[in-house]
């Protein structure tokens, strides 16, 4: 289809398609040791089904479906750092556990829920990376997870009372930058997911009036970034733009 935004490219997927399957042989996973996080539902669970049709070697999963903002800082506080020690030597590590608030405008936001996005999305990709890169291996790869809102103008109506999604998620490509240019022989990516109706999507109370994409689409999307080298720079990807 059209791209329904201004785009570097022609063509606009909502759904994982032919170039991005995880069974093509030039995508292969065989004997990889991949880490994903926040695997117990939506995206995250999608794409350990799809490092596993790719015929990774072993797949370890952190997180189960978080209840409380309080159990998530548990999860990046206690249990990444553990996990490490544990996991050994890996190849791919898919960053995928994220928060995100009730809608609210700044003035009448809750503090503690409106810092905790930061706690969760910042501190937890920063004890992320830092329990897991003495472990990794040479020419690993790191995945992130941002947003389209990190980017688009606070002017917009939808997204008004996501202010603590919004920042937490620039900063979070921007994190991302830094790892890489400190890590010359890491590859790190940032990748906006879509929009798709997962928890976090409702949580945030959002209605959008947009085509919604699949589950499928940003799990099968990360596999372009596997088989490619862009010199250990950040690059960030839009899964509904085609490769």
Known sequence: MQPPYPAPVSEWHNDTYDAINPTRPELSQAGKTVIVTGAGQGIGQEIVKAFAEAGAKTIHILGRTEQTLGET??????????????IGLWDVLIANAGAISSPSLIESSDADEWWGLFETNIKGSHLLARALLPHKKPSSTIIGFSSGFAFLPASLPFLAKASAYSISKMETARFYEFLAVENPDLNVFVLHPGVIRTALYKKGGLELDETLDTFQLPAHFQYGCLVMRQDHYLVAFFSQIGM
């Open 73 to 86: 800082r548990r999860m990046v506080q206690e249990i990444y750092p553990s996990a490490a020690r544990e």
